[in-house]
Each structure stands twice: as structure tokens, then as C-alpha cells.
T-cell receptor
Framework: DGGITQSPKYLFRKEGQNVTLSCEQN?????MYWYRQDPGQGLRLIYY???????QKGDIAEGYSVSREKKESFPLTVTSAQKNPTAFYLC?????????????FGDGTRLSIL | QQPVQSPQAVILREGEDAVINCSSS?????VHWYRQKHGEAPVFLMI?????EQKGHEKISASFNEKKQQSSLYLTASQLSYSGTYFC???????????FGKGTRLSVIA
């Protein structure tokens, strides 16, 4: 079955540590997205990519970094510069021209600070 | 700019109807609707494109008023399974990322 796989489901970060969240899709979608979700805030866009080796900042990119070396993969690194990383992180993908196409979401990674 | 959803929360008894609104200050190309259960991934409901169309399946439908830049999601004869947080995502052009509202928490009780 096609879909988006995020791992791990739960992640704990120590102070000063970088952590990487994995996102893999086998839907052959060109576009991939990372969202952060906090209670009462909705989904806020961190980064997105529409093509391999290219990505764009979203509304809250500070303290995060991404790479897109393969079409299927879009990992997100939460760096030590992100002072409040505790949140639910969602990865999504879509066909380009998403105005007519839905976004498909992974099951999310819940990140907490130790 | 983030669309504004209203109401923020609503409690219904089974069988009652609800309307959730999503408004934007900018001209929209499309509006997407998703439902999310707690701790789970958002699930796609429907997309509405500019042109003022209305869509629906079973007891959930939506409209898009292009003049007002507002979309409304209609849930009729609500069921317990309708409980969750509903998000609208808006798009300014046909190739830009969605901007999501803060969500409307819907609780259906027996």
C-alpha cells in the first residue's frame, strides 16, 4: 500500500542536541512538507520541497533544517537552535499543483525535551 | 496569512447539525478540509476550487463563496465518529503550500 512513513513515533531530545525526524513516501509525489502542530495553533509550515535538491522555508523555519536528496525522502533536523522543540511533527506529500490534489499525511512524530 | 476558523469549538448531540466556517482576507485559489482525531494524522475530506462550487458526500458537504473568500463545512445528522478537530487549508495560487487555520474542535455526544 502506498503511503507516508514517519519515524520514530516518539523522540526525546537532550539540551544542545540535534535530532532528525524521518519521512519517507512511496506515492511518487513531487512535493513534500513538514508541519509543526502545537495545541490550539493548527498546523504551521516549517519547510517544503517541490523537487529533489531544492526546498523552501515556511513560516517557522528557524531552528530547523531539511534535505531532499531523493524524491521519496525528506528528513527534518531539529537543531539545538530551536529552543522550544516540544511539539507534534507531521510530514505530508502531494502531487504538484496541489490546488486540485489533497495532501497525504504521515502518522506524525511526537518530540519532547528530556 | 492564516485563515480564520469559527467557531473554535462546538459540542453536538448525535443527530444535530453543525456549520464550520473558514475565512480569508486574501483571494483564494482553493480551500481544503481535513479532520484530525487526537494524536493521529489529518484525514482529507474535500477540496473546493475558486468558482463558488459546492461539494459533498453523504452527510458532510462544503461550499466556497468566492465573493466573501469564505468556505463553510456542513455536517448534518452528526454521528459520534464525526468528533475531532476540523482544519481548513487555503491556497492563494495553484502551486503554493497550504496555510491551515487553527482548527475547530467538534465533540459529538450521545
Amino acid at each position: 500500500d502506498g503511503g507516508i512513513t514517519q519515524s520514530p513515533k516518539y523522540l526525546f531530545r537532550k539540551e544542545g542536541q540535534n535530532v532528525t525526524l524521518s519521512c519517507e513516501q512511496n506515492l511518487n509525489h513531487d512535493a513534500m512538507y513538514w508541519y509543526r502542530q502545537d495545541p490550539g495553533q493548527g498546523l504551521r509550515l516549517i519547510y517544503y520541497s517541490q523537487i529533489v535538491n531544492d526546498f523552501q522555508k515556511g513560516d517557522i523555519a528557524e531552528g530547523y533544517s531539511v534535505s531532499r536528496e531523493k524524491k521519496e525522502s525528506f528528513p527534518l533536523t531539529v537543531t539545538s537552535a530551536q529552543k522550544n522543540p516540544t511539539a507534534f511533527y507531521l510530514c505530508a506529500s502531494s502531487i504538484l499543483g496541489a490546488g486540485k490534489q489533497p495532501q497525504h499525511f504521515g502518522d506524525g512524530t511526537r518530540l519532547s525535551i528530556l | 496569512q492564516q485563515p480564520v476558523q469559527s467557531p473554535q469549538a462546538v459540542i453536538l448531540r448525535e443527530g444535530e447539525d453543525a456549520v464550520i466556517n473558514c475565512s480569508s482576507s486574501k483571494a483564494l485559489y482553493s480551500v481544503h478540509w481535513y479532520r484530525q482525531k487526537h494524536g493521529e494524522a489529518p484525514v482529507f475530506l474535500m477540496i473546493l476550487l475558486k468558482g463558488g462550487e459546492q461539494k459533498g458526500h453523504e452527510k458532510i458537504s462544503a461550499s466556497f463563496n468566492e465573493k466573501k473568500q469564505q468556505s463553510s463545512l456542513y455536517l448534518t445528522a452528526s454521528q459520534l465518529s464525526y468528533s475531532g478537530t476540523y482544519f481548513c487549508g487555503t491556497e492563494i495560487t495553484g502551486n503554493t503550500p497550504l496555510v491551515f487555520g487553527k482548527g475547530t474542535r467538534l465533540s459529538v455526544i450521545a
